[in-house]
């Protein structure tokens, strides 16, 4: 099992977070679950191999 680091916080400054947009305002975001910790590794690296395939429709699951 990998180890991720939930310590590890990213800015989402100037990303249009629907989080943080309103930032500086009297506003609490708490109906928004948007993360503030990168995407683990190998997340990223299943969905650049799904993203070569150019086929962004609903799949089934299959047996593999």
């Not at 991720?4 to 916080?9: A, E, G, H």
């Amino acid at each position: 099992m990998k180890v991720y680091n939930f310590d590890k916080v990213i800015s989402r400054d100037g990303t249009y977070s629907a989080k943080y947009n309103n930032k500086g305002r009297e506003i609490i975001p708490l109906s928004v679950a948007d993360m503030d910790i990168p995407v683990a590794d190998f997340m990223v690296s299943e969905l650049s191999v799904a993203n070569q395939k150019g086929i962004y429709g609903y799949t089934l699951l299959s047996d593999d």
